[in-house]
């Protein structure tokens, strides 16, 4: 795991691409690019024959230029750092930050590859990766760039940790409907990644996302409980309120189907030219059971919150 470090104190899930991996990756990126060059050679070979020799000579530069060179810094531009060897390899190229790479990360990285790998048959290269601690070699160095692996091999979410027993059911009255899908997820990623963290900054950072939750609340945290652990206590409250809601509406019957209208029953007209319309019988509205007078409903206790409501 790379123990790179965003500006928010945040460690970075990163795993760094080591050497054999991306090795097989520029295998397969050449095996394209190259029998794409000899395609392309070949048809400016019919098409440039009637040149003389220096505009066949720079006819031929410009095309391995453009397809050995241009052409991997355009796929790596337009597919953030993604081409079809690393795809296949399940790697990609980021910013020492994490972020996706640009133009310039891709222009600095090809042209250094022209040296590394078309050069030296990646020789350089080979020694470079062998020798950085992430595995990167000198256009990774001078872009300010990363391979890493993106499909991890049992990776798998984070729970968050459960809160201590003595706040278990303490926050079951508090109001959450306004705190947004943002700070949730702030809050997810602290509690996941907070053993991760220097304790100072962790501290810093869980008192920070508790006064944000608070002030979105409206309700005090209870004095004597860590910033953690009511970080915890407030997502497993959450998270059980989802869980209930669910089940609720799994298990909730069906409502019933609405009765069919009684059809209209056309008038009869006898000889004597009046009609008569026929009886209709007076439409009885249905009597609602009675329970017995003994039996009462029995409601359930409202549980305290443990808030004093806001002022």
Known sequence: MSDLVTGDAVVLGLRPARLPSRALAVLLDLLVYVTGYLLVSLGLTF????????????????????????VPIAVETLSHGRSLGKLACGLRVVRDDGGPIRFRHA???????????LGTFGAVACIASLVSARGRRLGDVFAGALVIRERVPGARVMPVPPPPPWLAGRFAGLDLSAVPDGLWLAIRQYLTRMNQLDPQVGAAMAARLADDLVARTGAPAPAGVPAAAFLMAVVHERQSRDAARAFTRTAAAPAPAPAPAPASVPASVPYGGMPVLPAVAPAVAPVAPVAPAHVAAVQPPARGTGFAPPA
Request: hydrophobic share 65%; glycine share 12%.
């Open 107 to 117: 222009l600095v990285r090809g042209a250094m590859g022209v040296v590394e790998l």
């Open 47 to 70: 098409a440039i024959a009637s040149m003389d020799t220096a505009a066949r000579a720079a006819v031929q530069v410009g095309s391995f230029v453009l397809v050995l060179v241009g």
